[in-house]
């Protein structure tokens, strides 16, 4: 049993001796190793996604997941998708979630090059970078409908698994649920997420119910 921690990649000596003191060995050493390198992989085709893909890292943050984040785009640092293929591979990602608006290419492209699974993100192309543009040109002109279909049209044997528009954060619960399958902790904070969602929804209802719906729309959306 100690061998096999030991064999964890990132255990350290502390932690080690924690785990010796242990009754339940191999589960402690399980939720030690995954607070402990990152498991996920965030990229997005541009900076201007990253106030969207944000959320996703705040999910994963949350549940104390380590990801690594990036900038790669498909179109204009095709090279570098290529590379970043590699290096998820190489750091052992269990999952990458990418991000990208408009012709969105990166999420597709990127599982063409790895076995890891890709989240795509579709996102509503919202660029105020550069100040002289109008408000128009911000916006991408489909809504994000256009990246929505790049990213899950994908063609038979090359599959990706899509969130709806500016989801980044339903993306990190689902790498959460995926991850979750290997580390049993997170399957109990999965369970506890689920059940604080289903208080607070009836929390609200309660509040509806006393106020009246006129006097909750008032006073809630002020
Ligand atoms: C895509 O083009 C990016 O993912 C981004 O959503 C969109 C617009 O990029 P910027 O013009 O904001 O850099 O590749």
Redesign the pocket.
Known sequence: MIEHIIKQQFISPINLILAIIDNNLLYFSIIVSYTKKPLVGII??????SRIMKDAAEILDKFKIKHEDQIV???RTPTRLDEYAKHAEKMGFKIIIA????A?H?PGMIASHTIIPVIGVP?M?Y?D?QSKKTDNSKFSSFGGLDSLLSISEMPSGSPVVAVGINKAGNAGIYAMKILANEFPELKKKLKQHKSDQHDSVVKESDELKKQGLSKFVQKKFK
């Open positions: 997005m085709g541009s900076s201007s996604d785009s498909a179109h991000g990208a608006g408009g969105a990166l996102i192309v660029n970078k």
